[in-house]
């Protein structure tokens, strides 16, 4: 019964439940909407209350700051300190699967729990055509997670977020599925080197090229080992991305009674002890990109991970994914997704 509530929460993103929807972010309760990248749970981000909801329904703990959310770019100025090189980012890439992190401006309304009390905040304006309708019919600031519970696969299908948060949210606006399929790039431009927090829909390559200079990449080991005061971009110290059986990458072969997810041929995958790997049941395989598309791939990543997340599978093989481009984003959730 609970399900079915839970599916019930799920509406076709109509103009008209749009407007209903940001009245419900503007009074202070939770909205689940689309984005390129992935559902996210919005809430007020100048409501302290509303914004609590979101850490309660998500499980998530309080050191792990939110991004907010903006339809426009004179919105993002009015919250952030911009410079130049926060403008060139924003002028290319806005709206857009990049999230900058940027000093607050004082008085700027943010509620503190936003930023779980750091002196930065992190910045967005998705591209999504519903979230920016959305988004400018609220005309508040809106903090949004991805609309998962922390540390499970991110959504990318409407089904996804009322399985996993469908009852504390007041509404899910649904719109099929997500483009981009991975989080927005996250880049850190506090400091005097931008540094690529978390890579994402926007590449490495792509922020060097914009900026005319090397873009950094947080050192995962660094962080780890840092006891001191608080940690670079908290949310990257969890365990992330998990699905509920192991996860073993760079696969060549696949053992008995592991599912398999696939990049490209089959011709050379075979089941170890004999059998090939094509012959695997539907139920045990999908396919990333047959094609070797990398962003074909990245957009189908959590949903087929989901799809072979089933107690019948001793683990999930990866295939291998180049690590270059938006590879380098599927590669980072991988990983983590081994480690949990
Ligand atoms: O694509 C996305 O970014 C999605 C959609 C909904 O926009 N949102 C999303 O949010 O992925 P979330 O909460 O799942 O991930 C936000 C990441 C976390 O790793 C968090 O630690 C980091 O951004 N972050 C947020 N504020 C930060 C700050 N002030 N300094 C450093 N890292 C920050
Ligand atoms: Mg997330």
């Known amino acids: 019964m609970l399900f079915i509530s839970a599916m019930a929460k799920i509406r076709s993103a109509t103009d008209a439940l ?8 503007r009074d202070g309760g939770l909205v689940a909407f689309p984005t390129e990248t992935v559902y996210g749970l919005g809430a007020h981000a100048c409501d302290e209350d509303a914004v609590a909801k979101i850490f309660t329904a998500k499980g998530r703990p309080s050191f792990n700051p939110l991004i907010v959310h903006v339809a426009h770019m004179d919105q993002a100025a009015e919250l952030v300190e911009m410079d130049s090189r926060a403008k060139t980012i924003a002028t290319h890439f806005w709206p857009g699967p990049i999230t900058l992190v940027l000093p607050q401006k004082q008085g700027n309304g943010i509620a503190g729990n936003v ?12 591209a999504h055509e519903v979230a920016r309708k959305l988004l400018s ?8 997670p991805s609309a998962n519970k922390s540390g499970n696969l991110s959504p990318t299908r409407p089904t996804h977020v009322a ?28 400091t005097d080197v931008p540094t690529l927090l978390r890579p994402g829909g926007i590449t490495r390559e792509m922020i060097a090229d914009a900026l005319g200079c090397d ?13 001191d005061g608080q940690p670079k971009s908290p949310g990257m110290l969890l ?9 073993r990458l760079n696969a060549v072969d696949v053992e008995p009674g592991e599912a398999l997810l696939a990049f490209g041929s089959l011709k050379f995958m075979g089941i170890k002890g004999g059998g090939r790997a094509s012959d695997l049941p539907d139920s045990a395989i999908r396919n990333l990109s047959e094609s070797q598309d990398l962003h074909e791939a990245a957009s189908n990543l959590f949903a ?35 480690a949990g």
């Open 215 to 227: 873009v950094a990449l947080l050192d995962m080991d660094a962080i780890k080992d840092e006891t």
């Open 304 to 338: 087929m991970m989901r799809a072979l997340d089933l107690n019948a599978h001793k683990a999930i093989a990866v295939m291998n994914i180049p690590d270059h481009g938006i590879g380098c984003a599927i590669n980072d959730r991988l990983r983590r997704a081994a």
């Open 163 to 190: 399985e996993g948060l469908g009852d504390a949210v007041d509404v899910i606006l649904a719109a099929g599925a997500c483009d981009v399929g991975v989080e927005s790039s996250v880049l850190d431009l506090s």
């Open 137 to 144: 019919k609220a005309a508040i600031p809106v903090a949004a």
């Open 115 to 126: 930023s779980a009390g750091l002196p930065t905040l992190a910045v967005r304006i998705p």
């Open 18 to 25: 749009i407007e209903h929807a940001a009245q419900i972010l």
């Open 239 to 247: 365990k992330h991305y998990a699905p509920k059986i192991p996860v």
